[in-house]
């Protein structure tokens, strides 16, 4: 399937469920994705969010608070909310797009890489009955695949979003019959108006709590190991003593973060900054985006970045989506092993000491985002929707 041009008028405006457990721009990357889409699409069309806890509030869009009858066990609260959002989309939409693991909805956006996959993938002879045995005792697991299966299941109309061109063939090789029905929508950016100056960044800085003067990397992210931090506290130590390191994300984590950076001898250099409903700010306080991530099917933040002009020094096309998009050298550049500490400690150094590599990254980087704004992202999501009505008409 293909988007629509940005400039093109809707044939006409439909009525649409969003299926999003958790409306919050803190949440992580899928939910500011589906934030965006939201804000971007109820300018054109009648939106109705059906959520679990609800955080964030668009103009025009109806709000439907979905019970949470228990929080834990996780599966069975994924269970209840699936048959909740099914019992009360059954009729008077036109489209039901889910980003959850549910067995409804025409659109299923998928953004992490699946459960069949992390349970079997690589794993032969008998580490692959054990992985069954496993499966086949825990209903959790099993509510998990069965759920995902029945997201994935071939039926008229269905399309399966995935958000990086890897996630589509990771997806393909475990669902085979998933790939007819899979397109790619990448995550967009909301432009900033101009690249960062030095004033607006040493105010960023001052409203963060960092230091205004020296040099400041940034990290972003709620689940720190697989960002990449532990490697990143290890380099920190040996680079010069004027660089800091800000860290964004999920405050239930920061406790183990802050003893190894005790550990490392760093403590007195990284900031952590918890989740932050904008992290804009963030942006505008760093002068690189440090991303050496174990495992991201696309990285938003990333994209984030470049949009403010920010240098982005991230993991290769390997170990994250986005990178399969960029240019070493010229757009970013790649780590070929985000665990390798001396050669992402050598990279850092080159990054912060040549002032016209800081540049012409951050330019280039403007440049590659530009061209994933949300309109235009949107306007791609729009047109797979007409394109489910029409395939269930024929």
């Not at 066990?73 to 959002?85: E, G, K």
Request: charged share 20%.
């Amino acid at each position: 399937m293909t988007g629509a041009p940005p400039d093109a008028e809707a044939p006409h405006r439909l009525r649409i469920a969003v299926l999003n457990r958790i409306f919050d721009p803190a949440g992580g990357g899928a939910e500011r994705y589906s934030i965006a889409l939201v804000e971007q699409l109820a300018q054109r069309h009648e939106i109705h969010v059906f959520a679990q806890e609800i955080r964030h509030h668009a103009p025009g869009v109806a709000y439907h608070p979905v019970s949470m009858l228990l929080r834990k066990p996780r599966w069975l609260n994924q269970l209840w909310y699936a048959t909740a959002t099914w019992l009360a989309t059954r009729r008077g939409f036109d489209i039901v797009h889910s980003h959850e693991n549910t067995w409804h909805g025409q659109i299923q956006t998928v953004h992490v890489l699946p459960v069949k996959y992390n349970l079997f993938h690589g794993r032969t002879g008998w580490r692959r009955v054990l992985a069954w045995a496993k499966v086949w005792t825990s209903p959790r697991l099993l509510t998990y695949l069965g759920l995902e299966r029945l997201r994935v299941a071939p039926r008229r109309g269905r399309c399966v979003v995935v958000t990086s061109a890897s996630l589509g063939d990771t997806l393909a090789a475990t669902y085979p019959a998933a790939a007819a029905m899979s397109t790619v929508i990448t995550p967009g950016v909301v432009w900033p108006v101009s690249p960062t100056d030095a004033t607006e960044r040493r105010a960023a800085r001052l409203q963060l709590g960092l230091p205004p003067e020296g040099r400041c990397l940034l990290l972003v992210g709620n689940d720190y190991r697989k960002k990449g931090l532990g490697t990143l506290l290890r380099v920190l130590r040996d680079l010069p003593a004027d660089v800091v390191l800000a860290v964004v994300g999920n405050p239930g984590q920061i406790p183990v973060f802050q003893r190894q950076a005790q550990a490392e001898g760093v403590t007195s250099s990284v900031f952590f900054l918890g989740s932050l409903q904008d992290v804009a700010p963030a942006y505008r306080a760093a002068d690189c985006l440090v991303h050496p991530t174990l495992e991201d099917t696309f990285a938003m933040v990333v994209l984030e970045a470049m949009a403010h002009g920010l240098p982005v020094v991230v993991s290769s096309a390997a170990y994250c989506g986005i990178s399969s998009l960029l240019s070493h050298g010229a757009d970013a550049l790649l780590l070929d092993d985000p665990q390798d500490v001396a050669k992402l400690a050598r990279t850092l150094k080159q990054v912060l000491g040549d002032e016209v590599l800081r540049q012409e990254l951050g330019k280039q980087a403007r440049a590659f985002a530009n061209r994933y704004q949300w309109p235009t992202i949107a306007r791609q999501q729009e047109a797979v929707y007409f394109a489910t009505l029409n395939a269930e008409q024929r």
